[in-house]
T-cell receptor
Framework: GAVVSQHPSWVICKSGTSVKIECRSL??????MFWYRQFPKQSLMLMAT?????????EQGVEKDKFLINHASLTLSTLTVTSAHPEDSSFYIC?????????????FGSGTQLSVL | GESVGLHLPTLSVQEGDNSIINCAYS??????FIWYKQESGKGPQFIID?????DKRQGQRVTVLLNKTVKHLSLQIAATQPGDSAVYFC????????????FGQGTELSVKP
């Protein structure tokens, strides 16, 4: 089946630093990828839709200058948490849809646990 | 629908029993629904899906029922096993919003041996 690789799987950083998370579709091309955030014992909250070659679409309440998304190719989207603070500590998950199956299922990465000290 | 800020309800069943997990969705424009299983520290794992032109779909040990009238979805797991213990989420594909997937509240399933 289709594989989405997310890296790193966990990261610890100091407050004020920036962290980049990568999401790659390994065996398919994805014009659209989605970024989610999940707090403990809660559901996945959609943060933004990453569109290849254009600007990301952010959900209401998500700061676009804080969470920078770049989708430079059909197989890679990155999420950069800028000037991270302890409240940004969370589990971040990416997902991608095969461009050849636009109405089909999303494939998920394994997630990145971010801890900001 | 969106469930930010809510904590997960739990369902506890005995090994071998059947489990039923329910989910309400909110958007009438949703045309595709998926159930995911999530284990601690991992990303969601696809279980089964159903399109809006169907009301029932069966997989191996799992069945999904869709009631569009009341915007309700359920997941039935037959002969529940300890390995089924996880959090289960339903998700709705909102086709008129770029095909984004919105997750429901989730239910934590605990299987007693």
């Amino acid at each position: 089946g289709a594989v989405v690789s997310q890296h790193p799987s966990w990261v610890i950083c100091k407050s004020g630093t920036s962290v980049k998370i990568e999401c790659r579709s390994l065996d398919f091309q994805a014009t659209t990828m989605f970024w989610y955030r999940q707090f403990p014992k809660q559901s996945l909250m959609l943060m933004a839709t990453s569109n290849e070659g254009s600007k990301a679409t952010y959900e209401q309440g998500v700061e676009k200058d804080k969470f920078l998304i770049n989708h430079a190719s059909l197989t890679l989207s990155t999420l950069t948490v800028t000037s991270a603070h302890p409240e940004d500590s969370s589990f971040y998950i990416c997902s991608a849809r095969d461009r050849g199956d636009p109405g089909g299922k999303l494939f998920f990465g394994s997630g990145t646990q971010l801890s900001v000290l | 629908g969106e469930s930010v800020g809510l904590h997960l309800p739990t369902l506890s069943v005995q090994e071998g029993d059947n489990s039923i997990i329910n989910c309400a969705y909110s958007n009438s424009a949703s045309d595709y629904f998926i159930w995911y299983k999530q284990e601690s520290g991992k990303g969601p794992q696809f279980i089964i899906d159903i399109r809006s032109n169907m009301d029932k779909r069966q997989g191996q040990r799992v069945t999904v029922l869709l009631n569009k009238t009341v915007k309700h979805l359920s997941l039935q797991i037959a002969a529940t096993q300890p390995g089924d213990s996880a959090v289960y989420f339903c998700a709705e594909n909102v086709w008129n919003q770029g095909g984004k997937l919105i997750f429901g509240q989730g239910t934590e399933l605990s299987v007693k041996p």
